[in-house]
Nanobody, 121 residues
């Protein structure tokens, strides 16, 4: 497993942008599939995005607005969030694993502690 630490989230107005980052340590980070999930109060954890060696995946609700990327030299993954909506308000978690079911949160073994993103209307 790798240890993951997310950057601070923040409060942003609807239509605005925010970039989250997540630093990994304790493993061969470049070998890991990485991603993001989120959880809003009273709701199940939701798949946001994932990045493998060969493909990028997005949840339907964020497709076209969010972009995932990574910098293996810095052991860091990013989530650029544009055109934010109030319904994007949630605790965002970065995740990493080797060989996982991309959209199934139960299959990811390494999780950050989460960072809060709040979008005001």
């Amino acid at each position: 497993q790798v240890q993951l630490v997310e950057s601070a989230g923040g409060l942003v107005q609807a239509g605005g942008s925010l970039r989250l980052s997540c630093v990994g340590s304790g493993g061969a980070f470049s070998s890991y599939t990485v991603g993001w999930f989120r959880q809003a109060p009273g709701r199940e954890r939701e798949f946001v995005s994932a990045l493998t060696d060969s493909a990028t995946y997005y949840g339907e609700s964020v497709k076209g607005r969010f972009t995932i990327s990574r910098d293996n030299m810095k052991n860091t993954i990013y989530l650029q969030m544009n055109n934010l909506k109030p319904e994007d308000t949630a605790l965002y978690y970065c995740v990493a694993d080797i060989g996982t079911v991309i959209r199934d949160y139960g299959s990811w073994t390494s999780w950050g502690r989460g960072t809060q993103v709040t979008v005001s209307s």
